[in-house]
């Protein structure tokens, strides 16, 4: 069956660091990857999307690989601050081409320490 | 523009009671989608509509799970009964389905069932 697995629920890291979040898939063929970002209380808003022919995607501090052949994407938030505290999550089309039908991994919860 | 909007924000209901959500989305978003997100997990697709037409319900527990989206606008999303592990937040989503748009998050209504 079709399976998203963020590796880590928790990620600690020091303010000013590189944090560095992992989405795998398994049984998934995606045309493309999205990022969003989750606070508390509040619905996920996107970030970052990447296509399989696209290797990286950068945004401000933001940055995505997507490896089709490992089935993996990696999101990168470079000079973290305390405000990029968040859940971040993974989400991949698994609905087949035409009807865009997100599913989402079960999400990082980012902390940054100052 | 304005986001996508939901009502109730907090809901308490006993078991076996029924409760209703609505959601209204970003306007011109032809495409709406229902998610439940359990606490500590990703959010679940329910149901998508496209226009007021359904594009997939395969997700929606339709013994006690029913939505609709009138005129192709506003969404409702009820519950009837109510079960103990229906508590989760459930999250309204819109997008313009305009090739890989990203998904517009309203902030959820937390439903706890007693």
């Known amino acids: 069956s079709q399976k998203i697995e963020q590796n880590s629920e928790a990620l600690n890291i020091q303010e000013g660091k590189t944090a560095t979040l992992t989405c795998n898939y398994t049984?998934?063929?995606?045309?493309?990857l999205q990022w969003y970002r989750q606070d508390p209380g509040r619905g996920p808003v996107f970030l970052l999307l990447?296509?399989?022919?696209?290797k990286e995607k950068r945004k401000e501090r933001l940055k995505v690989t997507f490896d089709t052949t490992l089935k993996q994407s990696l999101f990168h938030i470079t000079a973290s601050q305390p405000a990029d505290s968040a859940t971040y999550l993974c989400?991949?089309?698994?609905?087949?081409?035409?009807?865009?039908?997100?599913?989402f991994g079960k999400g990082t919860k980012l902390s940054v320490i100052p | 523009e304005a986001g996508v909007a939901q009502s109730p924000r907090y809901k308490i209901i006993e078991k076996r009671q029924s409760v209703a959500f609505w959601c209204n989305p970003i306007?011109?978003?032809?495409?709406l989608y229902w998610y439940q997100q359990i606490l500590g997990q990703g959010p679940k697709l329910l149901i998508q509509f496209q226009n007021n037409g359904v594009v997939d319900d395969s997700q929606l527990p339709k013994d006690r799970f029913s939505a609709e989206r009138l005129k192709g606008v506003d969404s409702t999303l009820k519950i009837q009964p109510a079960k103990l592990e229906d508590s989760a937040v459930y999250l309204c989503?819109?997008?313009?389905?305009?090739?890989?748009?990203?998904?517009?998050f309203g902030n959820g209504t937390r439903l706890t069932v007693t």
């Open positions: 049984n998934y063929s995606p045309a493309y």
């Open positions: 306007s011109g978003h032809a495409t």
């Open positions: 989400a991949l089309d698994g609905s087949g081409a035409g009807s865009y039908q997100l599913t």
């Open positions: 990447i296509r399989e022919n696209e």
């Open positions: 989503a819109s997008s313009s389905g305009q090739g890989l748009s990203p998904l517009h």
